[in-house]
């Protein structure tokens, strides 16, 4: 019994004793405060990432399909209501191509020039696979990841910071009565 009282005795001590890396004194004036939470919202607004890529015989013909298939592209988005703030060029790229094996010889004719553009369009949650729909009919051939996002991240953060700062704070106000001192709220 004794044996087994002092077996618990030294767990307890090394335990607490290797648990100690912050010393709080009259020389060492440190505050920690760990905090850690996490919070979920539905998604307000998503960013969708629209694009269209064409080859052409020339850099000239490659360039001006891109440019009109562009041109229904946004008109459709901004005939949708969608605001011009809303649409982003991400891409804009015009290049030679980089000849497949796997074509055939007459696409690899044809295909000497690529281009490609693409846009980021910020729409409200509920109206975003409508918009890919009308963008893809419009002649958009890529469609990317949404990025789904709330309309005020840091509205979230408030929220996370009331859970989070009572308890330490009463514990700081501790503290600093315990050292006689007092450092602002």
């Not at 009259?26 to 760990?34: G, H, S």
């Not at 191509?97 to 910020?122: C, G, L, N, Y």
Request: charged fraction near 25%; glycine fraction near 4%.
């Amino acid at each position: 019994m004794r044996f087994l009282l002092f077996a618990i005795t030294v767990i307890a001590i090394t335990g607490s004793l290797l648990a100690q890396d912050i010393q709080v004194n009259r020389q060492n004036k440190t505050i920690a405060v760990t905090a850690d939470e996490s919070t979920t919202a539905d998604a307000e607004i998503a960013v969708l990432a629209i694009g269209y890529h064409n080859y052409g015989l020339t850099q000239d013909a490659a360039f001006k399909e891109n440019v009109r298939a562009a041109e229904r592209v946004t008109n459709a988005l901004l005939d949708a209501k969608v605001p011009k703030t809303n649409i982003e060029t991400e891409k804009l790229r015009l290049t030679r191509t980089e000849i497949d094996e796997k074509w055939t010889p007459d696409m690899k004719k044809e295909r000497q020039f690529v281009a490609e553009q693409s846009w980021h369009v910020s729409v409200s949650a509920s109206e975003a696979q409508a918009v890919v729909d009308l963008a893809v009919r419009a002649g958009a051939n890529e469609v990317d990841d949404v990025e789904w996002n709330v309309a005020d991240p840091l509205a979230c953060k408030p929220k996370q910071a009331e859970r989070h700062w009572p308890k330490p704070r009463l514990s700081l106000i501790k503290w600093q009565k315990g050292w006689g001192r007092s450092w602002g709220n």
